[in-house]
Each structure stands twice: as structure tokens, then as C-alpha cells.
């Protein structure tokens, strides 16, 4: 199995394959990895809904979502053995696949609540961006530096507020309709572990839907994003997950950190 990056430390969810007891519970289960021999043998702490363990049971099969800082592995296991070390219930885990990186990690989505600001691109701003070819790294600077420049001398931006977002698109609420394929600049501001850095990201509009929302009448509309640099995709993946995190967190009380 070299070559994956399951490691001690990594969060990890458990969907039981053929649940027996519990038939209640209906939330992930969130553990965390405790050993790992890099091959098939692991230890984990026993999953916990809500403050309480539920205890999978020697021989159950189950599959195993593991997350890294900006990726996510999925593997089928069956537990070994289930016992404590101190006060911490764990059991052993064989697994029975190599833990293989999910293909549409970028499509992983999460809901939140992310003030941004638009700006609907005019003709001659989108003939600009649709003459820069990205496809080389030259491209690409020069593509964001245009964008950089371009959000310093917008004079007007309309204030938008962003419920859904992944790696791959967003949904965000308006006060006005979107057009469909309507391209937008978008400016949205992400806090990693020690800074906050503002982002310049095209979207092309999808679908806008009008929404009575506390009364109001507001515009939700699903976008994806356009000629994105792939370090800025990965760096909303990043922050998805980790806000990913903290839900599970806060609704588990496992120690996730």
C-alpha cells in the first residue's frame, strides 16, 4: 500500500455495512486514527454519535473514510477486536482494500455561511479573460494577475452571501437574478490556519431560483468556476474540509485535532 497517505492522527468516518444494533442512529460515525502499520493492520478509536461510543462488533465489516489535510481515502475493513487502552475505547481494524483516494474530491460539498462580493463581467472584460490561454503557466499568472487588477477597479460590488460550497462550484444567495450563463468575478475571503487570504475567482452562473427566505425574496444561484488555478482549488477543498471538521467535531465531541 505505498504510496497512500492514511496516517495516525487522521479523522475518519465508519458507515456500517451490515448494522445490526443501533438501527436508530443515522449519523456518520467519527472516529480517529490511533496506529497504523502503513499496510492493513490499524487501531481506532471507537466511534462516537452525539458523546456516546456505539461499539462495532468483532468480524463486522464496514467501510472506512479517511481524511488527510486536502484529500479523502476510502477503504472496506472489518474489525478485529475491540477492548480499551486507559479510558479510551479502540478496536482493531483489518483492512481489507488499500485505501484509494476518492476521484471527485473536489465535488465535496459543505454548507456554510460566507459573506462575498460580485461583479458582473462586462463584453470587452470577458473577451479579455477568453483570449488568455491557461493552458500554460505564463497563462495562468497572467490570468490572475489580470483578475487581481480587474477587482481593484471595480467600482461597485454587490454584496452576496455563499450557503454551499465545494471544489468544483458554489451556491450563493443574491437580492437580484442571476442570468444563466452569465460569467461573474467573484471576491471571497478564506482563513487557513494562520492567515486570511482573499481569492478572484470567475463563475459562470448555472441556475438562479427565486426564494422567500424570513420573508424576504432573495435569488439562489449554483455557479461553477471558470479557468480556476488548480493551488485555489485546492485551497477551497482544504477549507471545506476543514470546516468539515469542525461540524463533525462539535456534533460528535470527539477530540479531532
Not at 451490515?18 to 486514527?33: A, C, G, I, Q, Y
Not at 444561484?221 to 462539535?250: G, M, P, S, T, W
Amino acid at each position: 500500500m505505498a504510496g497512500n497517505k492514511v496516517e495516525v492522527g487522521n479523522r475518519v468516518t465508519v458507515e456500517r455495512i451490515n448494522k445490526t444494533d443501533f438501527p436508530e442512529v443515522k449519523d456518520e460515525l467519527v472516529s480517529k486514527v490511533l496506529e497504523y502499520d502503513g499496510d492493513r493492520k490499524m487501531k481506532i478509536a471507537m466511534p462516537m454519535v452525539k458523546y456516546k461510543n456505539i461499539y462495532l462488533e468483532p468480524d463486522e465489516e464496514c467501510t472506512l473514510f479517511f481524511y488527510s489535510k486536502d484529500s479523502i481515502f476510502g477503504a472496506k475493513g472489518v474489525v478485529t477486536d475491540r477492548n480499551y487502552e486507559g479510558n479510551i475505547a479502540i478496536c482493531g481494524v483489518k483492512l481489507s482494500t488499500k485505501p484509494e483516494k476518492m476521484q471527485r474530491r473536489q465535488f465535496y460539498r459543505i454548507n456554510c455561511s460566507l459573506g462575498v462580493q460580485t461583479h458582473l463581467l462586462s463584453e470587452e472584460e470577458e473577451k479579455v479573460i477568453s483570449e488568455i490561454n491557461v493552458g500554460s503557466r505564463i497563462g495562468v499568472e497572467r490570468l490572475n494577475e489580470y483578475l487581481d487588477m480587474l477587482a481593484e477597479t471595480v467600482p461597485d460590488w454587490e454584496e452576496d452571501d455563499v450557503i454551499d460550497l465545494s471544489g468544483g462550484g458554489i451556491r450563493f444567495l443574491s437580492d437580484d437574478q442571476k442570468d444563466k450563463d452569465k460569467m461573474y468575478l467573484m471576491a471571497m475571503q478564506l482563513k487557513d490556519d494562520v492567515t486570511v487570504k482573499e481569492y478572484h475567482i470567475l463563475l459562470k452562473i448555472v441556475a438562479s431560483e427565486k426564494r422567500i427566505i424570513n420573508g424576504i425574496i432573495r435569488y439562489e444561484n449554483r455557479a461553477k468556476y471558470v479557468k480556476l488555478k488548480e493551488k485555489d482549488r485546492e485551497q477551497i477543498v482544504k477549507f471545506v474540509f476543514e470546516i468539515d471538521r469542525r461540524i463533525r467535531q462539535h456534533k460528535s465531541g470527539t477530540d479531532l485535532n
